[in-house]
């Protein structure tokens, strides 16, 4: 059976904002060197009004219609997500950055109903799309393209690496060189990006190796694909639509889609790449 690995064949692209980035891919993780320059193609900054007193976000702010808003306005938190409102109307498509977060450089766009935590930490290029939330402590280290009503938790680190649409990332986890589609990250999940060995990363997948080029290659996991709590994937792991990588497991190498990833499949999948190289 010949494998497919474009990018169509792991996510549904139909109404993602970006998915230009893999025109002309034949393989899926050819958008990955090219995503730094198609950050900066498409960036729109719009943070520099709100950095005026520096890095630190001194005061909780409202972006609004490409408006600063620091005074005269309310936070209705009773919902799922807070609400701006003035005059008690609410203002539908306002942005909050709260007291605590940190801005570092100009090089940062942010959508709208977007929420950045106290503590937030975002470093550009930065691409943050619609009703995203930044949560308290999330680290974006730049070169990062964080599609509409995704979710970068407490403590969770980005970078280098794009979150395509409904992407949750909710507590913990470490995102390195990787590009996720709709997909639930559990609490401590690690998509290591960097082979112990100086090599680049080589796929191995049905007795053919394919040649990355790339020295970081964290994973792609399509949509569908839930990973349980304190679960890692190895450099160049790849994981077919709604897939399963039980809590605590590790995945390596190519999974078709609706595996159900256990400790068994582990150890076999490691003993077949071995006998393959």
């Not at 900054?45 to 490409?66: A, M, Q």
Request: aromatic share 6%; net charge negative; charged share 25%.
């Amino acid at each position: 059976m010949r494998i497919i690995l474009r990018a169509p064949d792991f996510f549904n692209l139909k109404g993602i904002v970006y998915k230009n980035l893999f025109d002309d891919s034949e393989y899926v993780w050819e958008a990955l060197p090219r995503l730094k320059p198609f950050i900066m193609e498409h960036l729109n900054p719009n943070v520099e009004d709100l950095r005026r007193g520096g890095t630190l976000i001194n005061k909780t702010i409202v972006l609004y219609k490409g408006e600063v808003i620091s005074a005269g306005f309310e936070l209705d938190t009773g919902g799922q997500k807070p609400l701006v409102k003035i005059d008690g109307q609410i203002l539908e498509g306002a942005s909050i950055i709260f007291n605590g977060a940190i801005l570092m450089d100009d090089q940062i766009q942010v959508g709208e109903e977007v929420i950045i935590e106290p503590t937030a930490l975002v470093k550009g290029p930065a691409i943050i799309g619609n009703r995203s939330e930044i949560r308290h402590g999330a680290y974006i280290r730049g070169d990062t393209l964080i599609g509409d009503d995704c979710v970068v938790g407490h403590t969770t680190e980005i970078k280098s690496s794009v979150m395509l649409g409904g992407s949750k990332a909710g507590h913990f986890a470490y995102i390195g060189d990787s590009i996720l589609g709709k997909v639930n990250l559990g609490a401590g999940t690690k998509l290591a990006n960097l082979k112990m060995v100086d090599s680049p990363v080589v796929l191995s997948i049905e007795n053919r190796a394919y040649e990355t080029g790339l020295r970081k290659f964290g994973a792609i996991l399509a949509d569908g694909v839930e990973t349980g709590c304190n679960s890692v994937t190895a450099p160049g792991t790849i994981i077919g639509r709604n897939s399963l990588l039980y809590p605590a497991g590790t995945a390596r190498g190519y999974y078709p889609p609706e595996t159900v990833i256990k400790f068994k499949q582990q150890q076999e999948l490691v003993e077949k790449n071995r006998n393959e190289g």
